[in-house]
């Protein structure tokens, strides 16, 4: 390859990571059993041995493998930059992240003080016996709660955004005035909806798109029987990447579940099932004081949500392993957040007595259980569902909670929000800022949890199909956007914040493609 010394690295790092993974493993295996075959020949082995592996399906398992390494990791920087570099390039996202976890981890450090909770106790054998015998009905206990608080809430979150400035940016070089409305003033580059347009090209009003009821090019019928039967054949190929590129124009709802799997490549495999068994049994043997944040958190989220209350024992599950998983530790690397460390009791201040808390490296905040959510209405196999979260979460979900400024970072996204709604409705910007009701006060909820438990369950699904086709959460910033234009004529009438926030309460009704389509569409440039 010409440009070899550009891909040489993450090649590299690619079969470094792969080399001590378990499918390493079974692909070497089935290469030494195939040696044994008549029809592989000495003079021909490497051929042989690879056409084995074609016809048997690894060839197409280490594709997948080595798609989903491109995707969690970052592309090599500059050989010379420092490793941080590769978490975060700019120094003041970096400062501001760090800054932000500080606060956190003393907000959670203040509540063990307070309220006389360790942050990690052994549970008696007694109490380890009953967590073991209710571990399915986890919802029908009702430990009280009333003294924890969640750690934050986005809307504490937005404020530390808000406060973000670039020391060596000047401000007055800014082109414009409308560059001054919003909250979010850092100087990144986004997308408008020119080259969104270039970007989301499938989401055209040209071609058929799962979750719109009517067209009028193509008959949706004919359109959506066509387009199921090559779901079908995606899920029986078994490649990730053509599974990405058919989840753009939707997932119809029998096929999601696979199609989304395959995207992650989360295949539960057996040793998926054991890892899944090895963190419950790590729940039932330790009990952590984020356990109790998580209980809260559904209690106050999910267990009121018309959709999700009956998955709350799902929830549980899911969460409290994840709070134990230390293979997410391993996204730090590519993440500009930082595991909390916190000391072995009796051994503050001794560094080498520094552990990572919780073992997973995840604070979870109000409204955290909502990521998981969604994905209880696609899987009923706890381990099954338990893989595919965390894979979602260290592909997208961390972008929605940690200062970066990468295109899918929160930042961007609230910059991208701001921008779109400038630029396109700036009647309608201008008069909300003016009644003190700033656009992004109202939206950076909706973001921050990627709409889940704002719109309707079928239609977060069809949003979450675009955000896996994509590989990119762009499309929570621009269909935030495209909601204040559909609800635009009644926002033009609101006197106040409060108005305001009553005319976009519900967005249960909204058809979240054909809102995105217009916006993106049909809005004169």
Same mark, same amino acid.
């Given at each position: 390859m010409d440009d070899g010394s550009e891909l040489s690295p993450s090649i590299a790092l690619i079969v470094r990571r792969l080399r001590g993974s378990h499918l390493h493993s079974q692909i070497e295996r089935r290469a030494k059993e195939c040696l044994h075959q008549p029809d592989i020949k000495l003079d021909s082995l490497k051929e042989d041995v690879r056409s084995f592996l074609k016809k048997t399906g690894w060839e197409r398992q280490l594709q997948n493998a080595v798609y989903r390494e491109l995707h969690v /990791?970052? +592309?090599?920087?500059?050989?010379?930059?420092?490793?941080?570099?590769?978490?975060?390039? $700019?120094?003041?996202?970096?400062?501001?992240?760090?800054?932000?976890?500080?606060?956190?981890?003393?907000?959670?450090?203040?509540?063990?003080?307070?309220?006389? %909770? +360790? $942050? @990690?106790?052994?549970?008696?054998?007694?109490?380890?016996?009953?967590?073991?015998?209710?571990?399915?009905?986890?919802? @029908?206990?009702?430990?009280?709660?009333?003294?924890?608080? +969640?750690?934050?809430?986005?809307?504490?979150?937005?404020?530390?955004?808000?406060?973000?400035r670039?020391?060596?940016?000047?401000?007055?070089?800014?082109?414009?005035?409308?560059?001054?409305?919003?909250?979010?003033? %850092?100087?990144?580059?986004?997308?408008?909806?020119?080259?969104?347009? $270039?970007?989301?090209?499938?989401?055209?009003?040209?071609?058929?798109?799962?979750?719109?009821?009517?067209?009028?090019?193509?008959?949706?019928?004919m359109f959506e029987n066509e387009y199921v039967q090559i779901g079908k054949k995606v899920v029986v190929e078994q490649d990730s990447a053509a599974a990405q590129q058919y989840s753009r124009q939707g997932c119809s709802t029998g096929l999601r579940a696979d199609l989304w799997a395959?995207?992650?490549?989360?295949?539960? /495999?057996?040793?998926?099932?054991?890892?899944?068994?090895?963190?419950?049994?790590? %729940?039932?043997?330790?009990?952590?004081?984020?356990?109790?944040?998580?209980?809260?958190?559904?209690?106050? #989220?999910?267990?009121?949500?018309?959709?999700?209350?009956?998955?709350?024992?799902?929830?549980?599950? !899911?969460?409290?392993?994840?709070?134990?998983?230390?293979? !997410?530790?391993?996204?730090?690397?590519?993440?500009?957040?930082?595991?909390?460390?916190?000391?072995? /009791?009796g051994k503050g201040g001794e560094e080498e007595c520094a552990v990572v808390y919780p073992p997973n490296g995840v604070i979870p905040f109000h409204g955290f259980s909502m990521y998981v959510a969604p994905l209880c209405f696609l899987y009923n196999e706890p381990s099954k569902l338990y893989s595919v979260f965390r894979e979602m979460y260290i592909r997208y979900f961390f972008r929605l909670h940690s200062i970066s400024s990468s295109p899918s970072g929160i930042v961007s996204l609230c910059l991208q929000f701001e921008r779109l709604l400038q630029t396109h409705l700036p009647q309608l910007f201008y008069h909300l800022r003016q009644i003190g009701a700033q656009p992004l006060r109202i939206a950076f909820k909706w973001m921050v949890r990627a709409f889940s438990g704002y719109l309707s369950t079928d239609q977060l699904l069809l949003l979450w199909d675009r955000i896996l086709g994509?590989?990119?959460?762009? %499309?929570?910033?621009?269909?935030?956007?495209?909601?204040?234009?559909?609800?635009?004529?009644?926002?033009?009438?609101? #006197?106040?914040?409060?108005?305001?926030?009553?005319?976009?309460?519900?967005?249960? #009704? $909204?058809?979240?493609?054909?809102?995105?389509q217009v916006f993106l569409f049909a809005t004169a440039i």
């Open positions: /990791q970052l +592309p090599p920087s500059h050989p010379a930059a420092p490793p941080e570099h590769l978490k975060e390039p $700019l120094a003041y996202m970096r400062k501001a992240q760090a800054s932000w976890e500080k606060r956190v981890l003393k907000s959670l450090n203040s509540m063990s003080t307070e309220l006389g %909770v +360790p $942050l @990690a106790r052994m549970r008696p054998a007694a109490e380890q016996k009953e967590l073991a015998n209710k571990w399915n009905e986890m919802g @029908a206990d009702e430990p009280d709660l009333t003294s924890f608080r +969640p750690v934050y809430a986005p809307k504490d979150f937005l404020e530390v955004l808000i406060g973000l670039n020391p060596n940016h000047d401000v007055s070089e800014d082109v414009g005035v409308r560059s001054h409305w919003g909250l979010v003033q %850092v100087p990144l580059s986004v997308r408008d909806i020119p080259q969104l347009r $270039l970007a989301f090209s499938e989401l055209s009003l040209a071609n058929g798109q799962l979750g719109i009821d009517d067209h009028a090019h193509i008959n949706p019928d395959l995207i992650l490549n989360s295949n539960n /495999q057996p040793q998926d099932v054991m890892h899944y068994e090895q963190l419950t049994a790590g %729940v039932i043997q330790h009990d952590l004081l984020v356990d109790n944040l998580i209980y809260k958190d559904v209690k106050l #989220t999910a267990s009121n949500d018309d959709y999700y209350f009956v998955f709350e024992d799902f929830l549980y599950q !899911v969460l409290l392993c994840f709070s134990r998983d230390t293979a !997410v530790l391993e996204n730090f690397k590519y993440n500009s957040a930082t595991p909390p460390r916190s000391f072995i /009791q994509y590989d990119s959460l762009e %499309v929570v910033a621009v269909l935030a956007a495209a909601v204040f234009a559909f609800r635009a004529e009644n926002l033009m009438e609101v #006197t106040s914040l409060g108005s305001a926030e009553a005319v976009l309460a519900d967005l249960s #009704t $909204l058809k979240v493609m054909p809102i995105i």
